[in-house]
């Protein structure tokens, strides 16, 4: 994680609801987010400007970590927007929390990622491989991994997330030889069509 930024709970809703709005106005995103903010009081005036306090830090702490930007207009509105670091922030979380959908048939075919990150970058290729394990791919060398499932969602957050646009590779290809030790890893000898 860039800058040091461990995200809330609330600071990746408020960071989700900049990402949807573009450039807004504060006044204008504000109500929508005040009733995301979990409840913690019976009294609803206190309750309401408890989370507006609560927003308040969450947008303080996303503008310190450059993932999003503050302004006032000329009027005196306030107004955010999120920044490109703010957006990779964004996929980065989602990443998180993502799996590659699984299907009951397999339809034979399989999906590789492949990326080439220079040497310079070892400690990114090195995060990019930890995720990819981390959400079930499997390594044929050290920047080719494959999945039999179609999962270009989960490619795209990759690249977003990672920021290598032009340096990771989506393909479908058909079985191989010596493909059955991938069978067996990804317990597919069932599901074929």
């Known amino acids: 994680m860039r800058g040091g930024f461990k995200p809330s709970s609330l600071a990746s809703i408020v960071l989700g609801a900049a990402a949807v709005a573009g450039i807004c106005s504060l006044a204008i995103l504000m109500p929508g987010i005040v009733h995301l903010v979990p409840k913690r009081s019976k009294l609803p005036s206190y309750e309401l400007l408890k989370r507006k306090r609560l927003i308040r830090q969450a947008l303080r702490r996303l503008e310190r970590h450059k993932l999003i930007k503050g302004f006032i207009k000329d009027d005196g509105t306030e107004w955010i927007s999120i920044t490109q670091h703010g957006y990779e922030e964004l996929f980065r979380l989602q990443l998180i929390s993502h799996q590659p959908m699984r299907q009951k048939i397999w339809d034979t075919k399989w999906r590789m990622i492949v990326f080439d990150v220079k040497e310079i970058n070892k400690c ?60 067996k890893k990804f317990n597919l000898l069932q599901t074929t069509k």
């Open 124 to 183: 990114l290729r090195d995060r990019i491989r930890r995720t990819l394990h981390r959400l079930g791919f499997v390594r044929l060398q050290d920047s080719v991994w494959i999945f039999p499932f179609a999962c270009e969602e989960t490619f795209e957050l990759i690249r977003a997330a990672f920021h290598i646009k032009h340096e990771a590779v989506y393909l479908t290809c058909e079985r191989f030889h010596h493909d059955q030790w991938l069978c």
